[in-house]
């Protein structure tokens, strides 16, 4: 039976303009769709997960018909247990195909009941990415044109917290 709600699972640290790009696409196909804040193992994070979530969900707080959730295992076990058939994923470039081919491949022997849907990343938010708007805010970059406002702040407020006082880098002082 045709899906009417959709994962769309990330690492989110944090959630960019370019994800907000493919929820709100998203949910022109979608009834439903649930942001997934999940786990990568090979990823160094910035944010806590439950401080993500707090973050998405602050973003996304004036859309209907999405939700965002914490899950610590594997997504197609979450989408059996949601009973969700379609899992949203962003491609930005070429780059991003072969991990995004290994990952769906992977999804569909663990679970064939879920479909991974791909929508192109808007031309204007491309090159955008999680770990490089850490990188420009960490060095004083402004990120407001990548992130919503209220992430600008948690970022700049978060790189503080972790940066000694005496060995901060130029953006980074106050
Ligand atoms: N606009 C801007 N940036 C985007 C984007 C978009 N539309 N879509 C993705 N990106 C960026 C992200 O910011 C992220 O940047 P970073 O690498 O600098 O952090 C990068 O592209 C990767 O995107 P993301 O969607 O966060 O994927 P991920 O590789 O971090 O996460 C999971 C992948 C979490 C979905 C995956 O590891 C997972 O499902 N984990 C749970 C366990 C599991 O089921 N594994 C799969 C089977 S083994």
């Known amino acids: 039976m045709p899906s009417s709600s959709a994962l769309y699972p990330g690492s989110f640290d944090p959630v960019t303009n370019g994800h907000l790009d493919i929820?709100?696409?998203?949910?022109?196909?979608?009834?439903?769709?649930?942001?997934?804040?999940a786990g990568n193992t090979s990823k160094n994070a910035l944010f806590l997960p439950e401080e993500r979530v707090e973050l998405i969900r602050e973003v996304v707080s004036d859309r209907k018909n999405v939700d965002v959730e914490y899950y610590s295992g594997l997504i197609m076990e979450y989408a059996a247990e949601k009973k969700v058939g379609a899992v949203i994923r962003?491609?930005?470039?070429?780059s991003d195909f072969e991990y995004e081919f290994m990952m769906a491949s992977m999804n569909k022997n663990l679970n064939s009941n879920v479909e991974t849907v791909f929508m192109m990343t808007s031309q204007n938010l491309f090159f955008v990415s999680s770990s490089m708007i850490r990188e420009l805010a960490y060095y004083g970059g402004d990120i407001?044109?990548?992130?919503?406002?209220?992430?600008?702040?948690?970022?700049k407020e978060k790189l503080l917290s972790l940066a000694p006082s005496n060995n901060r880098p130029g953006g980074l002082h106050v």
């Open 90 to 94: 962003g491609l930005r470039a070429a």
């Open 23 to 37: 929820l709100d696409r998203s949910l022109s196909l979608f009834k439903h769709v649930t942001i997934v804040v």
């Open 144 to 155: 407001t044109p990548y992130v919503p406002s209220v992430v600008a702040k948690k970022v």
